[in-house]
């Protein structure tokens, strides 16, 4: 019943053309992270700039991680000095001024001094067969397509300015902050300049990190640039708006998302030429009134910042057509924005609107996304509790995963734990330093109290001595899973009893994932510490009702409501409401019954909780479909429910129940669970029971998959069904298996078995297995998975089929006639079965598997025949534990490797075999050289051993092929060389 949030569809716009407007945007669709340039990207960044060699060496390069520094390695020889046909040898012929320059040349680290003349290497070094004009044409100057790029901007200008200053359209990286200050000094010469940008995020690290822009400032010079039509800052460090821009005449488009501005400024309305402004992901809390004057201006984002209101002159911009407003803080919309005829597109999802401007819907053509913000409901009241703020004083600590304990002063500390849990001290807290523990632990129900419909979003983090007492709150932040549709609260087990604290929801630290998603943060003030867990609940609604009587309105739906008559109770009482909407396709797919219909559930309860004196008004949506010209009053039925003996009574004879257009009314003394059905066949109440018990489990499946390389490990796991896909996906290159389970139910922290069976144990002890049955508590948000070597029963010779099954509770004493119809077992709570297959042992007690098949052995050139795939193999047994070098080198990703090592990660052997098929598979169609380029990469690896081997191995081939000729009377036409 549970539905899991959608990811937002990532996008591969790319505007790499002259005015770059969808780079932001498609930055932002990919969670702050541009994806690896593709090979369409790099096309329209620098057309006819590359050849198509190295454009798809250097795809190859970006899409596994590897940067140019680390292709720059594969150029330099073992003995410390370069390949001699480098990127400088054959440059246009005007670079070589550029050696003879005052200019500072800075070395490459494996440059040999052996040549005659003076040689300028970029850093990292360019491949060979990339040309001057890879980078530099009549009007274009490209210098982010490889790091440290910017540092040769000084040296052109310094060599050859007459040609530089033609230049039109100009890219640099920020990523290097020496050569980016010797590129800023060049800029205000380069008077032709219509096209400026200096990004960062155009490179990554072997995790897929990008690299952060570091551009703070813009110097004052720039204003001289009077062409410039289109600049792009974005991904930089921008904390101030540089005033510089503010005096270009014809700047159209202005790009300055992700970067830390706080505020524009007043005077942004002299940019009057502007029609494409993007400030996405900064620090805005407000725009200013001047904002109005841009007349010309056409799209506008400004999502992802702090925005809690728009100036009324937003309605000036008459020419607007696209305003992005998304993840902000905005609670209204200005009346004013009516006067955007011209607009057709407004997104504002993720703000805090709770109504839409009625002049908004007069604009026919335009077309509104408002997901996730509270329409139509009353204002939220301020949390119970503050959260103390973290001061700038406050030091940081960052644990690892194997630091459990961390000392805390009197000064106070801000902790960050693995996983993203924050731990906030503030000053004063503590008396005297005290070491303090964390542990996160297994969600079992010995640690996790789940009430009526709530769901589990963490794991329990403990955190100890749990006698300590803080003098000051401290701030407790558990990272979470998002359930939409739910409220997110912390909750507290003491060792005896579980308390809710009052939390407040907000993001992690953005500086320790400053291009990623920082973790969803549920945060509690407490004054001790204990275990806490972070659970998704339906919203509970409480009132405080004295005598005077009052009128409540749920915050869920606010078609719910409560009149409560003046003298209803002598006393004040506390009344807590909860509605849970309850989906209508469910309910008839379980009771059979296509024209059922039901409205949200009702949960009701106060403290005292005797009856009221005087009978209380309720009022609730009709069930969808129904209203009150077309209802059948004999057809609806209002039930009342017993949460603790979890039963249903059918009451509509009992209360007087009204209908109206939309809702329906009826009038209670005594508050408890009431649901409003509507069928035409006869409602009975067990099967009212039987539906809200069902409604109440979550549809799974589950999963036995066997490592491909070690069929004896064994991995089980249970998901919720709309997950299984997309981890089977993930898992099919190590395991194998067969097809998951048919759907059954489990409840949210419910405990299940797996049993070995017909054939199959156990292979070691482990704590959770009672009576040779595996246990698991399901929880629908976390993993509920298990890794166990199994082996064939005692006594057990040759294959071994058997199965695990899973089951629910104990194993009955006498097994139901309708149970052994169906299963061959003495279990009767049985929820599935799935096969395991297990292959002979040898005699050395080892599993007799299939021998990988490697690929044939053709590397696509003469040479190759010489070096045969047992060649191959003795060369693997010589590689030990430097494969992984001698696989960078031989142009395999990082991904690749990674994956190759987690595959064997118990058999050296076949892992480097794998390495080296693998190379030798791609060689089919990459020309001849491969064995040249084997033995290149054992030099750069530091195996000269190994290279002098293949060099002897191919030279003893070639002779002993040249002798078979000879025995035959045929000559070799040509002798391929090595």
């Given at each position: 019943?549970?539905?899991?949030?959608?990811?937002?569809?990532?996008?591969?716009?790319?505007?790499?053309?002259?005015?770059?407007?969808?780079?932001?945007?498609?930055?932002?669709?990919?969670?702050?992270?541009?994806?690896?340039?593709?090979?369409?990207?790099?096309?329209?960044?620098?057309?006819?700039?590359?050849?198509?060699?190295?454009?798809?060496?250097?795809?190859?390069?970006?899409?596994?991680?590897?940067?140019?520094?680390?292709?720059?390695?594969?150029?330099?020889?073992?003995?410390?000095?370069?390949?001699?046909?480098?990127?400088?040898?054959?440059?246009?012929?005007?670079?070589?001024?550029?050696?003879?320059?005052?200019?500072?040349?800075?070395?490459?680290?494996?440059?040999?001094?052996?040549?005659?003349?003076?040689?300028?290497?970029?850093?990292?070094?360019?491949?060979?067969?990339?040309?001057?004009?890879?980078?530099?044409?009549?009007?274009?100057?490209?210098?982010?397509?490889?790091?440290?790029?910017?540092?040769?901007?000084?040296?052109?200008?310094?060599?050859?300015?007459?040609?530089?200053?033609?230049?039109?359209?100009?890219?640099?990286?920020?990523?290097?902050?020496?050569?980016?200050?010797?590129?800023?000094?060049?800029?205000?010469?380069?008077?032709?300049?219509?096209?400026?940008?200096?990004?960062?995020?155009?490179?990554?690290?072997?995790?897929?990190?990008?690299?952060?822009?570091?551009?703070?400032?813009?110097?004052?010079?720039?204003?001289?640039?009077?062409?410039?039509?289109?600049?792009?800052?974005?991904?930089?460090?921008?904390?101030?708006?540089?005033?510089?821009?503010?005096?270009?005449?014809?700047?159209?488009?202005?790009?300055?998302?992700?970067?830390?501005?706080?505020?524009?400024?007043?005077?942004?309305?002299?940019?009057?030429?502007?029609?494409?402004?993007?400030?996405?992901?900064?620090?805005?809390?407000?725009?200013?009134?001047?904002?109005?004057?841009?007349?010309?201006?056409?799209?506008?984002?400004?999502?992802?910042?702090?925005?809690?209101?728009?100036?009324?002159?937003?309605?000036?911009?008459?020419?607007?057509?696209?305003?992005?407003?998304?993840?902000?803080?905005?609670?209204?919309?200005?009346?004013?924005?009516?006067?955007?005829?011209?607009?057709?597109?407004?997104?504002?999802?993720?703000?805090?609107?709770?109504?839409?401007?009625?002049?908004?819907?007069?604009?026919?053509?335009?077309?509104?996304?408002?997901?996730?913000?509270?329409?139509?409901?009353?204002?939220?009241?301020?949390?119970?509790?503050?959260?103390?703020?973290?001061?700038?004083?406050?030091?940081?600590?960052?644990?690892?995963?194997?630091?459990?304990?961390?000392?805390?002063?009197?000064?106070?500390?801000?902790?960050?734990?693995?996983?993203?849990?924050?731990?906030?001290?503030?000053?004063?807290?503590?008396?005297?330093?005290?070491?303090?523990?964390?542990?996160?632990?297994?969600?079992?129900?010995?640690?996790?109290?789940?009430?009526?419909?709530?769901?589990?979003?963490?794991?329990?983090?403990?955190?100890?001595?749990?006698?300590?007492?803080?003098?000051?709150?401290?701030?407790?932040?558990?990272?979470?899973?998002?359930?939409?549709?739910?409220?997110?609260?912390?909750?507290?087990?003491?060792?005896?009893?579980?308390?809710?604290?009052?939390?407040?929801?907000?993001?992690?630290?953005?500086?320790?994932?400053?291009?990623?998603?920082?973790?969803?943060?549920?945060?509690?003030?407490?004054?001790?510490?204990?275990?806490?867990?972070?659970?998704?609940?339906?919203?509970?609604?409480?009132?405080?009702?004295?005598?005077?009587?009052?009128?409540?309105?749920?915050?869920?739906?606010?078609?719910?409501?409560?009149?409560?008559?003046?003298?209803?109770?002598?006393?004040?009482?506390?009344?807590?409401?909860?509605?849970?909407?309850?989906?209508?396709?469910?309910?008839?797919?379980?009771?059979?019954?296509?024209?059922?219909?039901?409205?949200?559930?009702?949960?009701?309860?106060?403290?005292?909780?005797?009856?009221?004196?005087?009978?209380?008004?309720?009022?609730?949506?009709?069930?969808?479909?129904?209203?009150?010209?077309?209802?059948?009053?004999?057809?609806?039925?209002?039930?009342?429910?017993?949460?603790?003996?979890?039963?249903?009574?059918?009451?509509?004879?009992?209360?007087?129940?009204?209908?109206?257009?939309?809702?329906?009314?009826?009038?209670?003394?005594?508050?408890?669970?009431?649901?409003?059905?509507?069928?035409?066949?006869?409602?009975?109440?067990?099967?009212?029971?039987?539906?809200?018990?069902?409604?109440?489990?979550?549809?799974?499946?589950?999963?036995?998959?066997?490592?491909?390389?070690?069929?004896?490990?064994?991995?089980?796991?249970?998901?919720?069904?709309?997950?299984?896909?997309?981890?089977?996906?993930?898992?099919?290159?190590?395991?194998?298996?067969?097809?998951?389970?048919?759907?059954?139910?489990?409840?949210?922290?419910?405990?299940?078995?797996?049993?070995?069976?017909?054939?199959?144990?156990?292979?070691?002890?482990?704590?959770?297995?009672?009576?040779?049955?595996?246990?698991?508590?399901?929880?629908?948000?976390?993993?509920?998975?298990?890794?166990?070597?199994?082996?064939?029963?005692?006594?057990?010779?040759?294959?071994?089929?058997?199965?695990?099954?899973?089951?629910?509770?104990?194993?009955?004493?006498?097994?139901?006639?309708?149970?052994?119809?169906?299963?061959?077992?003495?279990?009767?709570?049985?929820?599935?079965?799935?096969?395991?297959?297990?292959?002979?042992?040898?005699?050395?007690?080892?599993?007799?598997?299939?021998?990988?098949?490697?690929?044939?052995?053709?590397?696509?050139?003469?040479?190759?025949?010489?070096?045969?795939?047992?060649?191959?193999?003795?060369?693997?047994?010589?590689?030990?534990?430097?494969?992984?070098?001698?696989?960078?080198?031989?142009?395999?990703?990082?991904?690749?490797?990674?994956?190759?090592?987690?595959?064997?990660?118990?058999?050296?052997?076949?892992?480097?075999?794998?390495?080296?098929?693998?190379?030798?598979?791609?060689?089919?169609?990459?020309?001849?050289?491969?064995?040249?380029?084997?033995?290149?990469?054992?030099?750069?690896?530091?195996?000269?051993?190994?290279?002098?081997?293949?060099?002897?191995?191919?030279?003893?081939?070639?002779?002993?092929?040249?002798?078979?000729?000879?025995r035959v009377g045929l000559e070799a036409e040509e002798q391929p060389p090595l």
């Amino acid at each position: 019943m549970e539905k899991n949030d959608e990811e937002d569809n990532t996008s591969e716009e790319d505007g790499a053309n002259i005015l770059n407007l969808g780079a932001c945007r498609l930055e932002e669709e990919h969670g702050g992270t541009t994806p690896p340039i593709s090979k369409t990207t790099s096309r329209r960044e620098a057309p006819d700039i590359l050849d198509n060699d190295w454009e798809g060496l250097y795809k190859k390069q970006v899409e596994s991680g590897t940067t140019t520094e680390e292709q720059s390695h594969s150029d330099e020889r073992d003995d410390g000095s370069v390949s001699p046909s480098s990127f400088m040898d054959i440059c246009n012929p005007f670079i070589s001024s550029l050696s003879s320059s005052n200019t500072p040349i800075h070395h490459h680290a494996g440059v040999s001094s052996s040549s005659s003349s003076s040689v300028m290497c970029l850093t990292p070094t360019l491949p060979p067969i990339v040309e001057l004009s890879a980078v530099l044409t009549d009007t274009r100057l490209t210098l982010d397509v490889y790091r440290s790029g910017a540092s040769v901007l000084p040296r052109l200008w310094g060599s050859i300015p007459d040609h530089l200053r033609g230049i039109q359209y100009l890219k640099l990286g920020s990523e290097d902050k020496t050569a980016l200050n010797g590129a800023l000094d060049v800029l205000p010469h380069l008077k032709d300049l219509r096209s400026l940008a200096i990004r960062g995020h155009r490179f990554y690290d072997s995790q897929g990190t990008p690299f952060m822009g570091l551009l703070t400032s813009l110097p004052t010079s720039l204003s001289s640039l009077s062409l410039l039509v289109h600049v792009d800052l974005s991904f930089n460090q921008l904390s101030i708006f540089p005033s510089c821009l503010l005096s270009l005449p014809a700047l159209s488009a202005l790009l300055l998302c992700y970067n830390r501005l706080l505020e524009l400024p007043p005077d942004i309305g002299h940019l009057s030429t502007l029609t494409y402004l993007s400030l996405s992901g900064n620090k805005l809390v407000s725009l200013p009134a001047s904002l109005g004057d841009l007349k010309k201006l056409q799209s506008l984002d400004v999502s992802r910042n702090l925005l809690k209101e728009l100036p009324n002159e937003i309605g000036y911009l008459g020419g607007l057509v696209t305003v992005e407003l998304s993840h902000n803080k905005l609670k209204w919309l200005p009346e004013t924005m009516g006067c955007l005829h011209s607009l057709r597109e407004l997104i504002i999802f993720s703000n805090e609107l709770r109504l839409i401007p009625p002049c908004l819907n007069k604009l026919p053509l335009l077309k509104m996304d408002v997901r996730d913000n509270p329409l139509g409901r009353p204002p939220t009241p301020p949390p119970l509790l503050p959260i103390c703020d973290a001061t700038s004083n406050i030091p940081d600590l960052h644990l690892l995963f194997n630091q459990h304990s961390f000392s805390v002063t009197s000064a106070g500390c801000h902790v960050f734990l693995p996983g993203g849990a924050e731990l906030l001290f503030p000053p004063g807290c503590l008396h005297k330093p005290i070491t303090l523990e964390w542990v996160e632990r297994k969600a079992q129900k010995k640690w996790v109290l789940l009430e009526e419909h709530d769901v589990l979003l963490s794991r329990p983090l403990e955190l100890r001595p749990h006698g300590i007492t803080f003098l000051k709150p401290v701030e407790v932040c558990v990272p979470h899973h998002r359930k939409k549709g739910r409220e997110v609260v912390v909750r507290k087990y003491d060792g005896k009893t579980w308390s809710t604290l009052p939390t407040v929801l907000k993001k992690g630290n953005e500086s320790i994932q400053p291009y990623g998603r920082p973790a969803r943060l549920a945060c509690c003030s407490v004054s001790q510490f204990s275990w806490f867990i972070v659970v998704a609940r339906p919203v509970i609604d409480s009132w405080s009702v004295t005598p005077a009587g009052a009128l409540l309105v749920s915050s869920a739906d606010p078609g719910v409501k409560l009149h409560i008559p003046p003298d209803s109770t002598s006393q004040t009482r506390a009344i807590t409401l909860q509605v849970l909407p309850v989906s209508v396709s469910e309910v008839q797919a379980l009771c059979g019954d296509p024209q059922a219909s039901v409205s949200p559930l009702l949960c009701l309860s106060q403290t005292p909780s005797m009856d009221f004196l005087q009978p209380i008004k309720v009022q609730i949506p009709l069930p969808p479909g129904v209203t009150g010209h077309t209802v059948d009053q004999s057809c609806l039925y209002l039930l009342h429910g017993d949460p603790n003996a979890q039963t249903w009574t059918d009451i509509t004879s009992q209360v007087s129940l009204s209908v109206t257009h939309l809702y329906a009314i009826f009038y209670i003394q005594h508050f408890s669970w009431y649901w409003l059905w509507y069928r035409t066949q006869r409602c009975v109440s067990g099967m009212v029971r039987k539906v809200y018990q069902k409604l109440k489990q979550f549809k799974v499946q589950f999963l036995v998959l066997q490592r491909k390389n070690d069929l004896s490990q064994v991995l089980l796991q249970c998901l919720p069904t709309n997950k299984v896909d997309d981890r089977v996906q993930s898992l099919s290159e190590q395991y194998d298996g067969p097809q998951p389970s048919d759907l059954c139910d489990l409840l949210e922290g419910e405990q299940f078995f797996a049993g070995f069976e017909r054939g199959l144990d156990i292979c070691t002890d482990r704590p959770d297995c009672v009576g040779g049955r595996l246990c698991f508590v399901f929880y629908s948000s976390l993993k509920n998975m298990k890794e166990v070597y199994i082996s064939p029963a005692r006594g057990l010779q040759g294959p071994v089929r058997g199965q695990v099954s899973f089951y629910r509770g104990e194993i009955p004493s006498h097994l139901p006639e309708e149970v052994a119809r169906t299963r061959k077992g003495q279990d009767s709570q049985w929820l599935a079965t799935l096969p395991l297959s297990l292959p002979a042992l040898n005699s050395k007690n080892k599993y007799i598997m299939e021998e990988s098949q490697l690929p044939p052995l053709n590397l696509g050139d003469p040479e190759s025949g010489y070096l045969t795939e047992t060649n191959l193999l003795a060369i693997s047994l010589q590689i030990g534990q430097d494969w992984r070098i001698i696989g960078i080198n031989l142009r395999l990703s990082y991904q690749e490797l990674d994956r190759i090592q987690f595959k064997y990660r118990d058999n050296l052997g076949a892992l480097v075999l794998d390495m080296l098929f693998l190379w030798a598979q791609r060689q089919m169609n990459a020309g001849p050289g491969a064995v040249s380029r084997l033995t290149a990469a054992m030099i750069e690896s530091g195996r000269r051993d190994i290279a002098d081997e293949i060099e002897d191995i191919v030279c003893l081939g070639r002779q002993k092929y040249t002798e078979s000729l000879r025995r035959v009377g045929l000559e070799a036409e040509e002798q391929p060389p090595l």
